[in-house]
């Protein structure tokens, strides 16, 4: 029910929110797959973790279910509260920083965790559903990976996200060491990718150089991201 990939550290956590809704197959034969991408997040030295929020029942792209009957059984709110039982486990374990990246449909998780304590910092690729008034809620170092052509999220919709997080600031003991009470601004990265459509940090035509460059790039950000906001905690 949990394909997991692991390195030695018990100390770090990167926190892989499952997809699968609109266009992103998590095990695609064409581009990567979930299995990939949390390797790539284990070599950077991180524990990765990839829990399946859909039990076994992702969406079929093109099958009779239409994305609004699959999505009142696998709606965001419930994979949000999976998220917090399944952080909860790992934190009783002993892990003690924990970030999370979301894919699609585990952008908008991904989004409802940075407005809490339950992760350290995290990264959103392509993201669906995610409002302003999500954003304007945040209390984590945030980045966004977003594509030039996605309906769902586009850049004027990025661009509104960006000045809101331009003047957000929560207190410093939200997301840094106690020492104080200072006010400090939510840390956050917003980057478009040119030329790229919705889905495609995994899924692409591997003879689409753009793409599959863009893809690669992407997941550098991420991992980038990851490392400066939860290797120093």
Known sequence: ?????????????VFKCTFTTLDVVPYSSNGET?????????QAGFYA???????GDPYVVNS????????????TDKGFEDAKTFISALKK????????GGFCWGGKV?????????TKATVLLHPSWVTLDDIKAVKVPISILAAELDNGTPPALLNQFEDALSKHKVPKTDFQS?????????KNFIKIFPKVKHGWTVRYNESDVTTVEA??????DMLLWLSKYLKKN
């Open 93 to 100: 374990e002993g892990i003690h920083a924990v970030g999370a």
């Open 215 to 220: 893809a690669k790039e992407a997941h550098k």
């Open 110 to 118: 991904v989004v409802q965790l940075a407005k809490t304590d339950f």
């Open 1 to 13: 029910m949990i394909p997991t990939t692991q390195h030695e550290s018990k100390f770090k956590v």
């Open 178 to 186: 106690p020492i104080n009470s200072a006010i400090l601004q939510v």
């Open 49 to 55: 973790v990839v829990p399946d929020f859909f039990y």
């Open 64 to 75: 009779s279910r239409t994305i609004p009957e699959w999505l009142k059984t696998h709606g």
């Open 34 to 42: 979930f299995g990939n991408i949390a390797d790539k997040v284990a």
